[in-house]
Nanobody, 116 residues
Framework: QLQLVESGGGLVQNGGSLRLSCAVAGFTLENYATGWFRQAPGKEREGVSCIDKNGDSTMYADSVKGRFTISRDNAKNTVYLQMNSLKPEDTAVYYC?????????WGQGTQVTVSS
């Protein structure tokens, strides 16, 4: 069964940190580019960060540059998002996505809430 499972979300104070994990089951992550997206209430889903299949290239949304770091461990079939200096505007459901050409898989999401 193909599955992506996010974890690590929660409630944190302004300026705090969280580390999200996305564990993959049912396929080999090393062939897939992966990314993190988020969706706040009443807003469209937006891209946060992505990383190529080898981990050599990363990209970040301007709103998170310098605060978030994406990484992956292909041996563990897991992708991470380290989030530092969190702000209330980072509050959202965070989703991971794995893509291989035209095929994509999404996780179910994990809630991140940053209190002011």
């Amino acid at each position: 069964q193909l599955q992506l499972v996010e974890s690590g979300g929660g409630l944190v104070q302004n300026g705090g940190s969280l580390r999200l994990s996305c564990a993959v089951a049912g396929f080999t992550l090393e062939n897939y580019a992966t990314g993190w997206f988020r969706q706040a209430p009443g807003k469209e889903r937006e891209g946060v960060s992505c990383i190529d299949k080898n981990g050599d290239s990363t990209m970040y949304a301007d709103s998170v540059k310098g605060r978030f770091t994406i990484s992956r461990d292909n041996a563990k079939n897991t992708v991470y998002l380290q989030m530092n200096s969190l702000k209330p505007e980072d509050t959202a459901v965070y989703y991971c996505k794995a893509s291989y050409y035209h095929v994509s898989y999404w996780g179910q999401g994990t809630q991140v809430t940053v209190s002011s």
